[in-house]
Every structure is written in C-alpha cells, then in structure tokens.
C-alpha cells in the first residue's frame, strides 16, 4: 500500500525526520489561506499523485508571491499528470500541498527497500539527490551507496557516520546525517514499511537536513497493525478495478496486453503469464483467484477481466489440489452461463481429478470453451485466438 507525499511526512515527523512547514488543500482558495498560515515569502506548491517524476510533468511549482500560489493551484488541480510512471493514461491531480520553500546548499538522495533476495532491508544513498534513482542506476550504477541493515540489531551508527563520509559530508554536517538516516530506519522499521525513500533530502545552510520529498510503502501484510495507517488509503489513487477485485479475495494487477489470465497460485500466475510472453502474446492481467477457487470466484474473475476491454481470450490455468478440477470445471461452466462472454474460453486444469473435468468441459458443448492439453498448448492457443480477433 502506499501513500501521498504529505502523508508520508506526517508520519515521518513523528520519528524525527525534519520537514518543512506544510498543509495539504483541496482548492486554489484553500491553497491561498495555507500559505498565509505557514507565512514567508515563498512556497512550493505541489501535485498529491501516487507518481514519481511530478516536477518535470509540471506537478511542482515554486511560488514567490500569494497570487503565484492561488494561479498555480488553479492550474495544477485537476490537471492529468502525465510521468514515466503514469504512462500514457496519467493521475488526475485532487489535491495539493503548499510548502514552506527553503534555500538549499545541496540536494541527495536516500531511501531504504527490501532485498527481497538478501532478505533484509538495504539503506541506499546518492549524491545525485533531486533526480529519477531509476535513472541514475541504469546509467551510472556508482554513483549508489547501499549499506545492508541487520533488522534484529537495526541500523547502527558507525554505518550511517561510514556512508556519510562516502556522501562528502563534512565533519560539522555527519551528526545531521547520523540523527536523519536513524530516523528514517526507525520509521521504516516501527511502522512495517516495505520503501521509504527522501529524494531530495537537502542540505541547508545550517548543516541541517531536511526531507524536501517523501514516499512511503507498506506491507499489506502487516497493515493489520496499523489501522491509522489503512485509513490513509486513496482509492482514487488506485485502479477501480484493482479496487473492487481486492473486496473479493481475488489479487488482480491491470497490464497492457489482450490475454487475460485466470490462474490459482501467485507462482503459476508468474509462469504464466511468461509462457504467454514466451508464445508471441501480452498478458492483460495477473489475477490470482486462491487455493479455494470456486463458481462464485470464476465468476467475479470473468467479470473483472472482461471490464478490460482490449481482452480478446481468457487463459484459465489452475491446478487442483485443494480443490478437485472436476468442480472448478463445474464452476467454469456455471460462470460463462451467469455472464455473457463473448470471447475464447481455453482451459488448462492439472492435479486432482483433472481427467473428470477435461470431460466435463468437453461435453459442455459450450464453444467458446476450448481445452488444452498442457501449459505450452493453452499459452499457444490463447496467443492464436488473441491475435485472430484483435
């Protein structure tokens, strides 16, 4: 799950990370009233999206005067904001947050993820602070600092004085980096984050540092414990049908392509969807249905793959070993008679009972219901019938 720039920085202020004076607003005049309270002479007003790269599509602006503050809110809210993490569809901009603008010596960049293979959280840092991380690791991968952080002991303090002398921090400035790289480790740590990431942090002329931008992530595993945290969700930030799949049990991501994938398992899902890739096609999904798929679970998985409407055949590949494939054959069948798809159908089934449901499928006499024999020819056939109807 993640989060809005501004909420992330409440809840990092809470561990200690200093932030500027700042206050979200819904519209131009609210905007207006913000900045009079924060005071000074210049603020930032900033896009609320769930996307990195906001600056550059013009979702961040620097206002030196309080007209510059309402015209610059007018234009932003409302706008689609267009990034290299939007796509082509961009984010409808709802909200806005004014900020206190300060006068910076330099900026960095400095964030902790999960190494999913390493198992253990990674704190990572950049002198290039203020510019696309994606960008700086692929062109000059060098140029980041990773220290691994031990999560029974957490982040010690000789690692952050260590990657501060790699950052160039002079002897006045390390104590602010030591105080500001723990505060972020205990916020990661304390509220179960799976990204936390400052870019820029800036250095001022004080020797302070300070979080000009923030970003957090959390596990949805772990969401559980923090209530206040669920509460701070944007479903307007989010695909509704992603949303909607969510109150079903089903995991259901959105891709780009024209074959849609029923599968039960996040494993097979994977494998899946890379034969399809594998066989000349584009999966239009990942949806991921459970160990106890059912009627009613098809069902609801037809229904939300056929609202993509560049869906041109559905792949169903499940193995049954909770549940027998002769009912989800059952199911299957059931579905496509409770909804009217109007696309091919091609089956693959596997474990227990998987001879009974071939059978089943087959004297269905439903034509859009086509079976297959193995992964390899499911993935093949689904490709063809794809392409054949787009």
Same mark, same amino acid.
């Given at each position: 799950m993640n989060i809005h720039e501004y909420q992330s920085k409440n809840i990092l202020s809470k561990f200690g990370v200093t932030i500027l004076p700042g206050k979200l607003a819904n519209s131009f005049s609210e905007a207006i009233n913000v900045a009079?309270?924060?005071?000074?002479?210049?603020?930032?007003?900033?896009a609320q999206v769930h996307a990195g790269g906001r600056g550059k599509a013009g979702g961040i602006k620097i206002a030196k005067s309080l007209d510059d503050v309402e015209n610059f809110s007018e234009n932003i809210l409302g706008m689609k904001l267009v990034t290299h993490q939007t796509g082509s569809a961009g984010k409808i901009v709802r909200k806005v947050y004014i900020e206190s603008a300060a006068n910076i010596k330099k900026e960095y960049y400095l964030g902790i993820v999960l190494d999913r293979k390493k198992e253990i959280p990674v704190m990572m840092a950049s002198m290039e602070g203020g510019v696309e991380i994606e960008k700086v690791a692929a062109e000059t991968p060098d140029k980041?600092?990773? +220290?691994?952080?031990?999560?029974?002991?957490?982040?010690?303090?000789?690692?952050?004085? @260590?990657?501060?002398?790699?950052?160039?921090?002079?002897?006045?400035? +390390?104590?602010?980096?030591?105080?500001?790289?723990?505060?972020?480790?205990? @916020?990661?740590?304390?509220?179960?984050?799976?990204?936390?990431?400052?870019?820029?942090? @800036?250095?001022?002329?004080?020797?302070?540092?300070?979080?000009?931008?923030a970003k957090m992530g959390f596990d949805d595993n772990a969401l559980f414990r923090h209530k206040d945290i669920v509460a701070m969700r944007d479903f307007e930030e989010e695909d509704p049908t992603e949303v909607e799949a969510d109150k079903y049990g089903l995991n259901y991501v959105k891709l780009d392509g024209n074959v849609g994938c029923m599968v039960n398992g996040a494993g097979l899902a994977m494998s899946t969807m890379d034969i399809i890739k594998y066989e000349g096609g584009e999966p239009a999904n990942f949806l991921d249905v459970g160990g106890g798929a059912n009627a009613e679970t098809v069902a609801k998985g037809f229904e939300i793959i056929l609202k993509d409407k560049n869906v041109k055949a559905i792949f169903i590949n499940i193995f049954g070993g909770i549940v027998r494939c002769d009912r989800i054959a059952k199911g299957?069948?059931? @579905?496509?008679?409770?909804?009217?798809?109007?696309?091919?159908?091609?089956?693959?089934?596997d474990g227990t009972n998987a001879k009974e449901a071939v059978d089943i499928l087959n004297k269905s006499n439903i034509p859009k219901i086509i079976s297959a024999t193995d992964l390899e020819d499911g993935a093949r056939k689904c490709v063809e019938l794809a392409i054949n109807k787009s």
């Open positions: 009079k309270m924060i005071g000074g002479t210049k603020w930032v007003v900033k980041i600092i990773k +220290i691994d952080i031990d999560p029974l002991i957490g982040l010690q303090d000789f690692q952050s004085r @260590a990657l501060a002398f790699k950052l160039g921090f002079k002897k006045e400035q +390390i104590k602010h980096f030591i105080k500001f790289s723990k505060a972020l480790y205990k @916020a990661y740590s304390e509220m179960d984050g799976s990204l936390v990431e400052i870019n820029p942090m @800036a250095l001022l002329d004080d020797n302070s540092l300070i979080a000009l931008d299957i069948i059931k @579905a496509t008679k409770s909804i009217d798809i109007k696309i091919p159908i091609i089956v693959r089934l």
